[in-house]
């Protein structure tokens, strides 16, 4: 059975009032709250729901629109599933296909440029010190990013290449702020200054406690959510994220989940069936999130902004796989034996991407990785024209691996000692489907099944606030619609 299908067994359809319907009883749209729980499925949504309706984030999804066929961009990863939703674009217009990945025009960290092509690392270990909670900013004059360890622009005097600058198009925070509303975000790592965009100043009030700085267990990451839940209560309490000063209650704000990605992926816990029931140990991460998420509206509802705020609650990413007992670890590092000193940089998570030192040889690398399908757990490669109808032409776009490789469902690249049992970063549908609700003013009860995009958030964003979605350029250049059902 599909995931879809599953979802179909479970849900009901009601009927839908859309914004743009004429409805006099609906409050323009002042607000946005954005909210990416990473992981949650599509069906992990329709799951709670059944299983606990009284659930915050269950109560306020009946009342809401959910997307049961929504779609996050490929590669199902962190950083470019954020950006299809504040940018509407893939990484065909962001230029980002990870948040560790590789660039042939760029230089070294700490280099002098003389040499250009390197891995462009933008995680955890930018900090200056990933075991403090603030990165290391406390003692660095407020800064948790250590210049010294991002990669270099030749063309641009061997200057370091921030997060955000690595960033190709503007974001909603960027069109926000330029029509003089606020704006506001919390995430995982400071390296989520990819945010702020080209600019560098999209978001006005940004917080990034270091989820890294403590143990990666269900009860830390929820102690590190509680933190972001917080900072973004602060805000809608007319006060700065850390509530030292007063501010205005920004147009846009949100923040990530992390508990229920840990506990999908964590050994002894994940799920029971292939019907996603949960752990004990993954529902209590979904039911932490959902009573944070209910703090949250409560806020909202004490300011008496509820009726004017736009929730919309998605993922960054999936996580594959669901079914129990169907995980198979491989250790990556068999690729670089394999392709040999042809090999510039690779990343595999439950998908493989992989960037050459010569392309001209991609053809003699594929046939390298063909001859091993079996032992690396290759469902399909794709290079040269499959490739770049699939992402880009690595021919032309200095960021495109020269070799995508999905993996068969069920394995997951990892060292030795991990013990993790999912991943995400591919193109199985438990790395893609992920849930999408929206709730809010003129927005109706209503499933909705037709295939929907992640990235068709960000234009929807921009049209319920009544500004243009064409001043996003991913948008322009992708030519991404507003989420169906919303739009007038």
Not at 227 to 247: F, M, P, Q, W, Y
Not at 295 to 301: K, M, P, R, T, Y
Request: charged letters at 20%.
């Amino acid at each position: 059975m599909t995931m879809l299908n599953r979802l179909l067994a479970t849900s009901v359809l009601a009927g839908a009032a859309l914004i743009g319907s004429g409805q006099a009883q609906a409050d323009p749209v002042r607000h946005v709250l954005l909210i990416s729980v990473d992981g949650l499925h599509a069906v992990d949504l329709e799951n709670l729901i059944a299983a606990h309706p009284d659930a915050p984030l269950a109560a306020l999804a009946v009342k809401g629109t959910r997307y049961v066929n929504a779609a996050t961009p490929i590669p199902s990863d962190s950083f470019p599933g954020l950006l299809a939703q504040i940018t509407g674009g893939t990484p065909r217009s962001t230029g980002v296909y990870y948040d560790d990945s590789y660039d042939r025009t760029l230089s070294p960290p700490g280099s002098d440029c003389s040499t250009v092509g390197t891995e462009t690392a933008f995680t955890e270990d930018l900090d200056y010190d990933d075991t403090a909670l603030d990165g290391g900013a406390g003692k660095h004059g407020g800064v948790a990013i250590d210049p010294a360890r991002l990669p270099r622009d030749p063309k641009n005097g061997c200057q370091p290449v921030y997060p955000h600058s690595f960033l190709r198009v503007n974001t909603v925070f960027d069109v926000i702020r330029g029509h003089g509303g606020h704006t506001a975000w919390a995430d995982k790592h400071p390296a989520y200054d990819l945010v702020n965009g080209p600019s560098g100043k999209g978001v006005e009030d940004l917080y990034t406690p270091e989820v890294q700085s403590a143990d990666t267990t269900v009860p830390a990451t929820e102690a590190n959510d509680d933190l972001k839940v917080t900072a973004v209560i602060n805000e809608i309490n007319g006060k700065t994220s850390d509530g030292a000063r007063a501010a205005d209650v920004p147009t846009i704000l949100g923040l990530n989940f992390q508990a229920v990605s840990v506990g999908q992926k964590s050994a002894g816990a994940g799920y029971l069936d292939a019907q996603a029931t949960p752990s004990p140990g993954l529902e209590d991460a979904i039911l932490h999130t959902s009573r944070s998420i209910g703090s949250i509206v409560q806020a909202l509802a004490t300011q008496k902004l509820l009726d004017s705020t736009l929730v919309i609650i998605s993922a960054k990413h999936g996580q594959s796989p669901i079914q129990p007992g169907r995980t198979v670890g491989i250790d990556d590092a068999a690729y670089g034996k394999i392709i040999g000193g042809n090999l510039a940089f690779e990343i595999a998570d439950d998908a493989t991407y992989i960037w050459l030192k010569d392309q001209g040889k991609a053809a003699e690398a594929v046939a390298a990785l063909t001859a091993h399908q079996d032992e690396l757990g290759i469902g399909e490669i794709f290079t040269g024209p499959a490739l770049a109808a699939r992402l880009t032409d690595p021919a032309t776009d200095s960021r495109a691996p020269d070799i995508a490789i999905q993996s068969r469902i069920g394995v997951v690249y990892k060292g030795a000692k991990s013990t993790k049992i999912a991943e995400h970063g591919g193109t199985n549908p438990d790395d893609t489907n992920v849930a999408l609700l929206v709730s809010g003013p003129g927005i109706g009860a209503r499933v909705v099944t037709q295939p929907a995009q992640t990235a068709e958030i960000a234009p929807t964003i921009l049209t319920v606030l009544g500004l243009d979605p064409a001043e996003l350029a991913a948008v322009r250049q992708e030519g991404t619609s507003v989420l169906p059902g919303l739009g007038k």
